[in-house]
């Protein structure tokens, strides 16, 4: 077979010191740093220097024992994100450990920004992690308003590298943080080991548009490494697109990361899209090879259907049956949870070899 070269290109994106320099100066806009212009000028050339550079992950070691390549400079803040996974993957599977819940809130609203009023999500993601305290499970909750409302917390945009080569996306993602880019604070080297320690997932979001409001669509696009992903970025040199297609062509195996969690969905909406959105979720939890905890658990309800959204609390407030619904989910979740535990829910498919994995 011929080998598989690299499609190159696209323009450049290269800028010159004084755009460069424009752009991050809007980060000063306030008039508070004024006295401080030249401290921001030293700034800027630091930046401009690692940016010209690329140096994307500035501070790196050999890779050492372990690794395809021992003596490649991996960086240390993707090693200190692999060790957190690694740390939660031993937790799930030890047998000692408590049942365990990742409960995601997938509303972008919060009180505390433009919005100025909760989310019917935040409560009824709260009626489900009651359910979820009195079995006595462990629960991480993950509210992802946070990126709409909290400083210096962001997710930043899947690249895309599975499409060149399967091997280049690794496990946990390296993309990020990438320096030269001033492309920092990315909240999925927390995430990543949220979903590696859980049992059980119960995602509670509203319907944005027919999809998937854009603060949980960037997680789960950001997910992509925990089907497929390559934990040695060291076996394709970084971010060397070549040897990651040499790599696919020899044989991938498509390790399957998160697969055997049991999962719930629930999903709201006021007009249209729910049942929409909720099928995606399942068809995008399924294909990673998580287990649904049954139909009461995949489930999209309209809470104020067609009426006034000045109204929607009130209209949470008397519909007592979409309360009951995520309760019910989330005991599903329990249920499932305790069953894959003690070897009663196995995959029925698990044995089966996959003639066309991706």
């Known amino acids: 077979m011929a080998r598989i070269k690299v499609r190159k290109g696209m323009p450049s994106v290269q800028l010159d010191k004084a755009t460069f320099a424009l752009r991050l100066e809007e980060r000063f806009y306030d008039p508070a740093f004024a006295p401080l212009r030249g401290e921001i000028d030293k700034i800027i050339d630091a930046a401009w220097d690692g940016y010209d550079n690329s140096r994307k992950s500035p501070v790196t070691h050999p890779a050492g024992a372990g690794f395809a390549d021992p003596t490649y400079e991996l960086s240390d803040q993707w090693r200190a994100a692999r060790d957190a996974v690694r740390k939660a993957e031993q937790r799930q599977r030890s047998p000692a450990s408590k049942p365990r819940i990742l409960l995601i809130n997938g509303s972008p609203r919060s009180e505390h920004t433009c919005p100025g009023e909760m989310s019917k999500t935040f409560r009824l993601t709260g009626i489900a992690e009651e359910v979820f305290r009195r079995e006595r499970f462990e629960v991480e909750r993950l509210d992802l308003n946070r990126q709409t409302s909290e400083f210096g917390i962001q997710i930043h945009p899947c690249k895309g590298c599975v499409s060149t080569a399967m091997p280049l996306c690794h496990w946990p993602c390296s993309c990020y943080p990438n320096h030269s880019l001033g492309q920092t ?17 119960m995602i509670v979001t509203p319907v944005h548009w027919y999809q998937a409001p854009t603060v949980l669509k960037a997680m789960i696009d950001r997910l992509v490494c925990a089907d497929g992903g390559n934990p040695d970025p060291t076996s394709t040199s970084g971010k060397d697109a070549q040897k990651a297609k040499d790599l696919e062509m020899k044989g991938w195996d498509y390790p399957r990361h998160l697969a055997g969690r049991a999962y719930a969905v629930v999903v709201h909406g006021d007009a249209a899209g729910a049942e929409t ?34 109204e929607s609390h009130p209209a949470l407030d008397a519909d007592r049956a979409v ?17 894959m535990r003690a070897g009663k829910l196995p995959r029925p498919d698990a044995d089966l070899a996959d003639p066309r994995p991706k």
Do not use: C, F
Not at 189 to 199: D, R, T
Not at 323 to 339: D, G, I, M, P, S
């Open 185 to 201: 604070n990315d909240w999925m080297n927390a995430i990543y080991p949220m979903w590696a320690a859980a049992h059980g997932v």
């Open 277 to 310: 959105l909720r099928r995606s979720l399942s068809d995008w939890l399924a294909d990673m090879g998580l287990l649904s905890a049954g139909h009461k658990a995949t489930i999209d309800r309209y809470v104020g259907y067609y009426e006034p959204y000045a």
């Open 323 to 339: 309360q009951e619904e995520t309760r019910n989910a989330a005991r599903a979740l329990v249920k499932a949870v305790k069953l």
